[in-house]
C-alpha cells in the first residue's frame, strides 16, 4: 500500500499518519471494530519510531475514531463521531 506520508510535508509525521488512518477508516479499508495494524507494522509502513505512532494513535483516540485496549490493540469504533 503506498503511503501519502512524507518528510517533504509542514504537518507533523503523527499526523500525518494519523490523517491517512482516518482516510482508511473513512474510506472503509479499515471496517468498524476492526483491528489497525499493530504498532511495530506501522512503524515499519511510514518508516518512524514507537513514539510517533503512538501520537498518531492516540489522535485517532481523541478523534473519536479508535477505542484501544491494552493488552489486545486499537479498533476502529463501531460508530464514528459525526
Known amino acids: 500500500m503506498a503511503s501519502t506520508v512524507g518528510a517533504k510535508s509542514a504537518k507533523p509525521r503523527y499526523l500525518q499518519i ?31 519510531s514507537s513514539g510517533t505512532v503512538r501520537k498518531a494513535v492516540a489522535q485517532l483516540r481523541t478523534s473519536g475514531l479508535v477505542d484501544t485496549y491494552q493488552g489486545k490493540g486499537s479498533f476502529v469504533k463501531s460508530r464514528p463521531p459525526v
Do not use: F, N
Open 18 to 48: 494519523a490523517d491517512d488512518i482516518e482516510e482508511q477508516i473513512r474510506a472503509g479499508r479499515l471496517a468498524p471494530a476492526q483491528e489497525i495494524p499493530s504498532e511495530t507494522t506501522l512503524m515499519q509502513r511510514y518508516g518512524v
